[in-house]
């Protein structure tokens, strides 16, 4: 009998544990501008990504959200800036720019979670994970002037036969936080590894041609090794190191042909792996999925101009009724108009009012392989007094061309600046060359808008995105000639 009773107490023990126990599990926290904030239902870790309830947005961002149930389809309005999410739709929008977003919305128990680090860092918050605490941290982020792209010292001395970037100047030698202390390589069947002891930090590389060239810029770093080395691998035959700028080490791998390269960078090392390119690596339909952060900088005088929209992607609606697309294509054609004559060959990605798919014009600009690329477009908001310019980079890339071309609109203009930013644009995302997509102003704002339909005030903003790409393509220049 206590053999009967043991057994079924074990029974009843098994099915109870067969079961989730309530508090058991570790939930994510949340804090929003080191404020702790309690919800009624739980953020959700999905996918690797953090999910937040759609109220938290409203209630704790500030921000105005609209759901409309029937399309399964949410507004969120902050900042000067409008989002638009699907249920299970990996497609966004931002201020009517798609973008492809990793965690597209999901409804859960009847509530409608949302992409926390989308909707943070598209509402101008940074977003951290902290794995020790198990909580995302989110901070409103403050407004930065980026004057990387003023020239350095010696970017200005193009004058020498031997530059001075290659060789350090004592006098100019600060204490860095880094030194590059070893360069080596190493072959292994088709790889080249270029293995570059250095600590952990930003460094910038730029693919350069006639002749092929991998340039591996080191922020912050000081040269600790020979200026010089033959290598002689299957790609490359010579690596140089020099101090570029007394804040930049500047590590230059002659190529002897087209290759593929990854950067795997450890607590102290930062291997840069080489592979022989392959066709399919030049193919214009390729599309990477985290798109590419490091663009090809070529020796052409070559610009892809994009008027956005058209046909029957209409665009943004202005406050009066009237079209984005009959701003963007006039300004375009006059863009191409100021670019050629300052010696520059276009090639327009429409003429006329015509409609193309994004990849359509990712794969135009690829195929074409410029120097640069440009997406002409107008903003809108649900605020209607919002206005300004703002210029948009792919995340992680330079900011070079960007910065040079939002300083010169905001100059002539004298618009609102509202900055350069960083977004997942298609058009963007996805070009392999240095590309900005340039929003000229607010439709949505009655004054901005009759500014943008003036085909004077048109011209002038060409003219400046003319000449801040002018200005890009002058350092460049003097790039290409500190880099024998």
């Not at 500047?250 to 190529?255: I, P, Q, T």
């Not at 107008?378 to 910065?403: C, I, Q, R």
Request: contains cysteine; proline residues 5%.
């Amino acid at each position: 009998m206590k053999k009967r009773y043991l057994l079924s107490g074990l029974l009843i023990l098994c099915w109870l544990f067969s079961f989730p126990v309530a508090g058991l599990a570790k939930e994510p926290a949340l804090v929003i501008n080191d404020k702790v904030v309690k919800t009624d239902v739980s953020p959700q870790i999905i996918d690797g990504r953090m999910m937040i309830p759609l109220r938290v947005v409203s209630e704790s961002l500030g921000a105005k959200v609209n759901w409309l149930n029937q399309e399964k389809t949410v507004t969120i309005e902050a900042n000067q800036k409008t989002l638009k999410l699907k249920v299970n739709t990996k497609i966004a929008y931002v201020n009517d720019q798609s973008l492809t977003i990793d965690a597209p919305p999901k409804l859960i128990q009847n509530r409608t979670f949302v992409p926390l680090r989308f909707i943070g860092e598209n509402l101008d918050s940074d977003v951290i994970w902290d794995q020790e605490k198990y909580q995302a941290i989110i901070k409103a982020r403050e407004e930065k002037i980026d004057n990387s792209y003023l020239p350095t010292p010696n970017e200005e001395n193009t004058n020498s036969e031997e530059p001075s970037s290659e060789e350090p100047n004592p006098e100019n030698q600060v204490q860095n936080p880094r030194v590059l202390t070893k360069a080596e390589y190493q072959e292994n069947e088709d790889q080249t590894i270029i293995n570059l002891w250095v600590e952990s930090g930003q460094h910038k590389v730029t693919e350069l041609t006639n002749p092929d060239r991998l340039v591996i810029d080191l922020s912050d770093t000081s040269k600790g090794v020979d200026g010089e080395a033959t290598v002689n691998t299957k790609h490359v035959s010579t690596m140089r190191v020099g101090q570029f700028t007394p804040t930049t080490t500047r590590v230059v791998l002659e190529l002897k042909g087209k290759v593929s390269y990854q950067l795997n960078q450890s607590a102290n090392l930062l291997n840069v792996v080489l592979v022989p390119k392959t066709t399919s690596d030049n193919s214009s339909s390729q599309q990477p999925g985290e798109g590419y952060v490091h663009r090809v900088i070529n020796d052409n005088n070559i610009i892809v101009v994009d008027a956005g929209h058209g046909g029957k992607d209409s665009g943004g609606v202005g406050i009066s009724g009237r079209y984005e697309k009959d701003i963007t294509l006039p300004t375009a054609l006059k863009l191409k108009t100021a670019l050629e004559s300052r010696g520059f060959q276009v090639e327009m990605t429409r003429s006329d009012d015509t409609f193309l798919e994004l990849m359509d014009i990712v794969n135009i600009t690829n195929r074409v392989n410029p120097f640069a690329f440009v997406s002409i477009h107008a903003n809108k908001a649900g605020n209607p007094s919002v206005t300004g310019v703002e210029t948009y980079t792919f995340y992680g890339t330079d900011h070079t061309l960007a910065d040079l071309v939002q300083s010169s609109i905001i100059s002539k203009t004298q618009q609102v600046d509202r900055k350069v930013k960083e977004a997942g644009f298609v058009v963007i995302k996805y070009t392999q060359v240095p590309s900005i997509l340039v929003e000229t102003g607010f439709i949505s704002n009655q004054g901005e808008e009759d500014f943008l339909f003036d085909p004077n005030n048109q011209t002038q903003i060409a003219e400046a995105i003319a000449e801040g790409v002018a200005k890009f393509k002058e350092i460049q220049n003097k790039t290409l000639t500190s880099i024998p």
